[in-house]
């Protein structure tokens, strides 16, 4: 399955490549669940234009610059400043080095830069907050002698440049920067709900960016706010079409997080029904769309975790009965040539299921 991020708009010709990053490993088994020229359109008096950063900043790319942390290579936030040097970064980033990356001088001792944070701060405001309204297509504008000019929304730009934000923040461990953003992201979409309604759209991007945040506050420790987060995620991913691949993807890692949390926190039985939830979404998904190898995968994996906690609450039996049925779907899985980045994941979770059967024998 494609991964299709819920904020990026149907692809232009100038528009850059996006990716969902995948699911990381859990308790059980891996689980993957520059400004350019402006680009103008004529025809007869008007035109089309792109809303573009003098920047260069956008949705798709990121300039770094005087905004910029160098280490985590998002927008600075908690800006910091190293003395004597005055080199800066984001707080966290820098607290973790005796010598300025930048200079190498020695960090005698680090100083808040409110001055510079605000500049930050402002510059987010104006190009991931600005309200738009949606336009209709033939909304123009005229701009001196008879020409006009067609605008086009970028509300959805506005999420994405955010989460791009966030997830860089996110892989260099600044988590409170991620979760900063993620909730300037989830507070505009909630506003545009507000107006627009619950609409699939806003409730795919709403659902994701809640996931997000649930997984901040569980890199953070903080697994009641986790918790809160995922169902409130599942609770607007279940508003939606059954049909949507994507959607039920996600839907379903929600679930399977609530449950590991369940899980480490030793309330079985709650940990299970998640899971059994997750197992649920996954085989309606498959019977949409039957051809999907990914699928297939994502089932394999819910049948390993219903498994595994039956197997932890002393149901032997339904467990083995779980752990064959996920061999057997994964021992039919052919895959395409296309495919193949599927194969270490099928061949992973194989390994684990087989390692479970062998548990039980050896016992």
Known sequence: MTSVCPFVKPSRPDDGSSRKPGECPDKHVSEHEGGGKEKKESVGESATVSPKCPFGYDSQTFKLGPHSCMICQALLFDCSKCVPCSHVYCKVC???????????????????????????????????RIKRSHVDVDKEVEVGENKKVIYEDVSLERGAFLVQQAMRAFRAQNVESARSRLSLCAEDIRGQIETAGNTSELCSQLGAVLGMLGDCCRAMGDAGSSVTYFQESVEFLSKLPAADLEIMHTLSVSLNKIGDLKYYDEDLEAARSYYIRS????????????????????????????????????????????????????????????????EQRRLSVLEFLNNQLAEKQSG
């Open 94 to 128: 820098i607290s973790r080095f005796k010598d300025c990356p930048l200079c190498g001088a020695d960090i005698e001792k680090i100083e808040a830069d409110t001055d510079l944070q605000s500049v930050v701060d402002r510059f987010i405001d104006g190009h991931a």
């Open 279 to 342: 197992l649920n979404v996954r085989r309606d998904a498959i019977k949409h769309h039957p051809n999907v190898s990914s699928q297939t995968l994502d089932v394999a994996v819910s049948l390993a975790k219903v498994a595994d906690v039956d197997r932890t609450m002393g149901n032997e039996d339904a467990a083995l009965d779980r752990f064959r049925e996920a061999i057997k779907l994964l021992g039919s899985l052919t895959l395409k040539p296309e495919e193949a980045g599927l």
